[in-house]
């Protein structure tokens, strides 16, 4: 019976997984056929945000598939080994992608540089940008834009990978110590990635200037407070029961830490800039300091959530 559980368990998160990346997976054949049929993909065809989606839809369904195997050798391990395997799968596939494949403006362009423009404003309000204070594209391509762009990936990828093997775990060995922390870690897994995807066809409505709209401001600072409480629940999920330092400061301190990386990335995708959520003292940087009172108020949103959370499943546990 728990054998049947399992291969159930295991044929759903297949379906699950190839059902999600089907439009990524898409994606990165279009990209392959233009390149081999013209040698770039034309502007108006580019699909919006292959990478990093394709190079994660990839590593997420080698991790899955991976699976039976790794809980067989290593059941201890296993997400662990899934992990550091996709993760590996998905730098050798976003690298080849980023340096292979070229999109035809002007003339033909990498697609890291493209990406680049795309972190800014959509893709449909690209030509109408207007840029206040900065404007990246001018100052030429740099790499340190990507701090982000790889930690929203390692997230998703971590998260989505934890839900499916904790679930088999624990079917498999009948231990469900684990099973509310893992519904949250895969509640919180999925909004987040629903919210990337969000982003990605919308950029949360920016128009290009660094001060943005209500609507915009609201939303990202959700998005940069879930990332972190994303990392602060996988951690929990694996600290549960053992003494409170374990259990609830470290996952709070590491979504914090998290979300400080976050706001870090974009100074750097925004030559040492921020975007700003409004106007006067609660929205402007501290003197020399570039973070406003707000900023720190997310950073300690996203702490002050995980540790609810983590108090919840302790005291339940």
């Known amino acids: ?5 399992y291969r159930l368990c295991y044929l759903i998160s297949l379906v699950l997984v190839f059902a999600a990346a089907a439009y990524p997976l898409k ?3 279009f990209v392959l056929k233009k390149m081999s049929e013209n040698g770039g993909v034309p502007t108006e065809e580019y699909p919006k945000y292959v990478i990093p989606y394709t190079p994660i839809s990839i590593a997420v369904i080698i991790g899955v598939l991976l ?10 391990f296993d997400m662990l080994c899934g992990s550091l395997i996709a993760l590996v799968v998905f730098l050798v ?14 003339e033909k362009v990498p697609l890291q540089s493209w990406q680049l423009s795309l972190c800014m404003v959509p893709p449909d309000r690209f030509e109408t940008r207007t840029w206040e204070a900065v404007d990246v ?6 790499p340190t834009f990507k701090i982000h762009f790889y930690l929203i990936s390692l997230v998703i990828i971590i998260s989505l990978l934890n839900s499916f093997y904790g679930f088999a775990k624990m079917i498999r060995s009948g231990d469900y110590s684990r099973r509310k922390s893992l519904i949250i870690q895969a509640t919180t897994g ?5 919210m990337c995807i969000w982003a990605c066809f ?11 709209s209500p609507l915009s401001a609201v939303l990202m600072a959700v998005f940069f407070a879930l990332l972190g409480i994303t990392v602060g629940v996988f951690v929990a999920s694996f600290t549960l029961v053992k003494r409170r330092l374990l259990s609830t400061v470290v996952p709070t301190l590491i979504a914090g830490l998290i979300t400080i990386l976050m706001y870090i990335g974009e100074m750097c995708l925004l030559n040492g800039n921020l975007y700003r959520f409004g106007h006067g003292i609660l929205f402007d940087g501290l003197g020399a300091m570039i973070l406003a009172p707000v900023d720190i108020l997310i950073i300690l949103a996203s702490g002050a959530t995980t540790y609810i959370i983590c108090r919840l499943l302790n005291r339940r546990n």
Do not use: C, D, W
Not at 67 to 76: A, D, S, V, Y
Not at 97 to 105: A, D, G, N, S, Y
Not at 190 to 194: E, K, M, P, Q, R
């Open 202 to 212: 919308t950029s949360f409505y920016r128009g290009g200037e660094l001060n943005v």
């Open 190 to 194: 999925v909004i987040f990635l629903g």
């Open 67 to 76: 699976i039976p195997l790794l809980q067989k050798l290593t059941l201890k």
């Open 137 to 142: 594209l001018l100052g030429g391509y740099s």
């Open 1 to 5: 019976m728990k054998n049947a559980k």
């Open 93 to 106: 596939t976003e690298r080849y992608m980023e340096t292979h494949v070229l999109v035809q403006t002007v």
């Open 27 to 29: 994606m990165g054949i």
